[in-house]
């Protein structure tokens, strides 16, 4: 066949010609997207990436092998094939968080195909627009939300409402908790261990809510928190069920106008917020925060400047405070 190396026909003959080659050379297996996939696996790259990091990723690149591993990584090279990339990625297009920890993986793949390992030359998964916003610390869920949710919640379900608005714990710390992490100060007791993610020290006080979580779990449960059938708690059921929760909740506010509906945005990650909002109207200081949120100091200063700016009692507190202040001063012959 007459046609240039550049062109989709030789793209689509390469291929074919790597399909009939099959296992049968080392050559064609190093060409394969599996072999890549494998290299990619074993290198220092990947090694370097802490071992949380490893599995989310393996994930990814189970679900990528699965679909390209027989096709020969040179495929990537041609621009059309980011269709069907995309294509393989609406299996998240339910989570646009998933969808775009998918695209990273992937993109990271073929740059350390190109770049490292020189199995393409080129490939155009580059520069891919992100769904999610990551940046969600002006959405809290409001008292009246929690309450409505815990209204139509089981008693496992709530258990997981009050871990994430109580304590703050994401959905990745919600299920490694067990008695050994409840720890007695001198004045009561806390949640002291390392958070999933970052592996920073989170020191959470026990508050009456979050002790009726840990002295009523059964003696024979060795995690705190656990799934509806009672099995380890994984981060992205735990998030689910609270998906589920708020869509009873709501379902219960179409029938009854008393009833407070659950805005549609707000998940359980975002009860995180949620927790240090109250510490701050508490008065906590920067330390005392960052300390119970898992944060750097640096961080929590920035979320603490995000948070007090949606707190809606802020408003009125500070409506009061003003008010007082003109009293005062109408009283001592002053204007104001």
């Known amino acids: 066949?007459?046609?240039?190396?550049?062109?989709?026909?030789?793209?689509?003959?390469?291929?074919?010609?790597?399909?009939?080659?099959?296992p049968k050379t080392s050559v064609a297996k190093r060409a394969l997207t599996a072999s890549?996939?494998?290299?990619y696996r074993r290198s220092v790259h990947f090694a370097s990436l802490a071992p949380r990091t490893q599995k989310d990723y393996n994930k990814y690149l189970d679900a990528f092998e699965k679909e390209f591993g027989a096709d020969p990584i040179k495929m990537f090279e041609e621009a059309e094939v980011i269709g069907e990339i995309r294509e393989w990625k609406n299996q998240w297009s339910h989570s646009p968080k998933q969808y775009d920890y998918a695209t990273t993986v992937v993109t990271r793949l073929l740059n350390w195909a190109k770049e490292?390992?020189?199995?393409?030359?080129?490939?155009?998964?580059?520069?891919?627009?992100?769904?999610?916003?990551?940046d969600r610390s002006d959405i809290i869920w409001l008292p009246g939300e929690l309450d409505a949710m815990l209204a139509v919640a089981d008693e496992r379900e709530r258990?997981?409402?009050?871990?994430?608005?109580?304590?703050?714990?994401?959905?990745q710390d919600i299920g490694i908790l067990t008695r050994?992490?409840?720890?007695?100060?001198?004045?009561?007791r806390r949640l002291y261990f390392r958070r999933t993610k970052s592996a920073k020290p989170t020191s959470i006080p026990v508050t009456p809510a979050l002790a009726q979580v840990i002295d009523t779990t059964p003696e024979d449960q060795k995690h705190l928190i656990v799934s509806l059938s009672g099995l380890r708690l994984q981060p992205e059921r735990a998030s689910q069920i609270v998906a589920e929760v708020k869509a009873r909740a709501n379902e219960m506010a179409k029938k009854d106008s008393s009833r407070v509906h659950v805005r549609d945005e707000l998940r359980l990650y975002d009860m995180r917020g949620t927790a240090a909002t109250e510490l701050?109207?508490?008065?906590?200081?920067?330390?005392?925060?960052?300390?119970?949120?898992?944060?750097?100091?640096?961080?929590?200063?920035?979320?603490?400047?995000?948070?007090?700016?949606?707190?809606?009692?802020?408003?009125?507190?500070?409506?009061?405070?003003?008010?007082?202040?003109?009293?005062?001063?109408?009283?001592?012959?002053?204007?104001?």
């Open 36 to 39: 890549v996939i494998d290299r």
């Open 116 to 134: 490292e390992d020189g199995a393409i030359a080129v490939h155009h998964h580059t520069r891919v627009t992100r769904l999610y916003g990551s």
């Open 280 to 336: 701050l109207r508490a008065g906590c200081s920067l330390n005392e925060i960052a300390v119970t949120m898992g944060w750097g100091l640096r961080h929590a200063a920035n979320m603490i400047e995000k948070y007090a700016a949606v707190i809606p009692e802020v408003s009125d507190e500070v409506l009061d405070k003003l008010n007082s202040a003109r009293v005062t001063a109408r009283k001592d012959g002053h204007k104001f």
């Open 159 to 171: 258990r997981i409402i009050v871990a994430a608005s109580e304590g703050g714990l994401t959905p």
């Open 1 to 22: 066949m007459d046609f240039g190396t550049d062109t989709d026909k030789y793209a689509l003959a390469y291929a074919d010609a790597l399909r009939s080659a099959g």
């Open 180 to 188: 050994s992490h409840v720890q007695k100060t001198p004045k009561g």
